[in-house]
């Protein structure tokens, strides 16, 4: 199942508990996956048409009467574009709002470089009272989903819209401010997010093979970020690759620095867009063309364990 088809399962199942969330989009209703919940529930489900700020602004008046708003759209039109009314009329109000970032970086694929958002997390992370929660999975956004509901206040979900491997089996529990360790290791942590993590369990076949024993950490929060636990993984290891569908500036990569050259630093090396713009292709060229596989997340393990 889509990762687009799971949210919006899930999303019925909410709307039919809890009278007060309400779904707002901005014409792109079908790409997003929403289905059928707009014939479902037709006076909680708002079309506001190509006009993204307004959508913005109304979800933040409907969270000022008690209402639970998901707005939802591409990527760079659920950050960058509204910028300005989730800052102010969301975050600095105080409302319960959950935006949701459809098909983030690369995953835009052919929708090109205007449509990647590789700077939505860290336009996002300078803005306070705001989560940033990634789901890896169908699993994972499942289980934390009814948690975001739950949370009172702004939380953006940087959300792949299609198809993705199980990482974690079904019923698994997460904590939405707690990191998930998928291996422990000893002699390098990766902190991977997103499409990244699949890619990461593809390098660790190789660094198994090569007698590295990586510890892999999945920050699916990356605001707030699961400080003790990057902190505790590099006092164990000793070195750290960052891996993220994302410009290396502002997004996982930065926060995990800026956590660690305070507390704890070890070497830290990157994996993730390396401060250009995005292009048209699938996502295994454009993997290639910014260094994102699996191969590039060895040499990294290799550049920082070599560093210590």
Do not use: W
């Not at 969330?21 to 707009?38: S, T």
């Not at 993220?244 to 995990?256: C, D, F, K, P, Y």
């Not at 070497?267 to 048209?280: A, E, L, N, T, Y």
């Amino acid at each position: 199942m889509e990762m687009r088809e799971l949210f919006a399962s899930e999303l019925d199942k909410l709307m039919k508990k809890n009278e007060n969330i309400v779904i707002i989009n901005a014409d792109l209703a079908k790409p997003n996956g929403f289905g059928n919940l707009p014939q479902k529930y037709p006076e909680r489900a708002i079309n506001v048409g190509v006009a993204e700020q307004n959508m913005a602004c109304i979800a933040a008046g409907m969270s000022s009467y008690g209402f639970i708003p998901f707005i939802c759209t591409f990527a760079p039109f659920a950050t960058r574009r509204i910028c300005d009314q989730i800052a102010i009329s969301i975050c600095y109000a105080k409302q319960n709002v959950k935006i949701v970032g459809t098909d983030p970086g690369i995953s835009a694929e052919y929708n090109g470089g205007t449509h990647m958002s590789f700077e939505d997390i860290g336009v996002l992370r300078s803005i306070p009272n705001i989560v940033i929660f990634e789901p890896v999975d169908n699993n994972q956004l499942k289980n934390i989903l009814p948690q975001i509901i739950d949370y009172k206040g702004p939380v953006y979900i940087r959300m792949f819209r299609k198809t993705t491997p199980d990482i974690f089996d079904e019923g698994e529990t997460f904590n939405l401010f707690n990191a998930k360790t998928i291996k422990a290791g000893t002699d390098v942590s990766i902190f991977c997010t997103g499409i990244m993590v699949s890619e990461v369990l593809e390098a660790n076949k190789i660094l198994e093979e090569m007698g590295i024993n990586a510890e892999i950490i999945n920050i699916h929060t990356i605001k707030p970020l699961d400080e003790e636990s990057v902190i505790n993984s590099a006092k164990k290891t000793g070195a750290v690759v960052v891996a993220e569908n994302h410009n290396i500036i502002g997004g996982l990569r930065s926060a995990v620095a800026e956590t660690l050259s305070e507390n704890y630093p070890v070497p830290i090396r990157s994996v993730g867009v390396k401060d250009v713009f995005g292009q048209v292709g699938k996502m295994p060229f454009l993997k290639e063309a910014y260094n994102m596989t699996a191969a590039d997340i060895v040499k990294a393990v290799e550049s920082a364990i070599n560093n210590k």
